[in-house]
C-alpha cells in the first residue's frame, strides 16, 4: 500500500519473522488492524513481558523463565547424558517423543565459516565446561544433517575425546513409511551406512 506508510510498515516487521512472506505478512497485518484496540495492547503486552521475562538458563542455554529451567532442575532425569541441540525449539522436539529423558545443551546456531559463525559465537566452552565438571557419560550430537550440523559435530567430538565421554550422533536414514524410490542418494547413503543388526 503505496499510500500508508504505517500499513507498509506493519506488513515489513512480520515479514522479518522466519517463515513469513509478503502473503503471509500482509494476512496478520490485516488481521491485526480488524480487531479491537484491546487485543492489539494485550498482543503488545505480552510480547514485550516475554521478551523482558524470558531468557537462557544459566546451565543448558535453553529457554526459561528462571535462573535454570525446569529440565536441568528435574532430578529424575539422567544427569549423565547431554543431547546437544541448535537451538531451544529442538528440546520441544525431543521431548515430544517421550523416549529421552537426560539433560540438554543449546549450542544457539551452528559452525558456518561462510556466515562468519566460529565455536566462539556458540555455547561450546560452556558445554566443555559441563563435561569436565559433571559425571557426564554420554553426549548425544543431535544437530540437523546439514553439512554445517556434520561440521559441528565433529568438532564437538574432537574437542570431547580428551575427555573419554561416549559420543554418538543420531542415526541419519528412511523416514518411516518412506519409500526406496523417492528417497535421494545422500539420505540412502546415510541409511545403508546407518544400517543396524536384525
Known sequence: MKNIPLLNQLIAQF???PGIGAK????MAYFVLSGDKSRCEEFAKVLLAAKEGIHYCEKCH???DREVCDI????TRDAATICVVEQPGDIEAVEKMKEYHGQYHVL???ISPLSGVGPDEL??????ERVANEDIKEIIMATNPSVEGQTTALYIAKLLKPFGVRVTALALGIPVGGSLEYTDAATLSSSIENRKEL
Open 24 to 27: 503471509s505478512a500482509q494476512k
Open 108 to 110: 544457539h546456531g551452528l
Open 15 to 17: 515479514e522479518r519473522l
Open 72 to 75: 536441568c532442575a528435574d532430578k
Open 123 to 128: 555455547t561450546v566452552r560452556s558445554l566443555l
Open 62 to 64: 535453553g529457554l526459561t
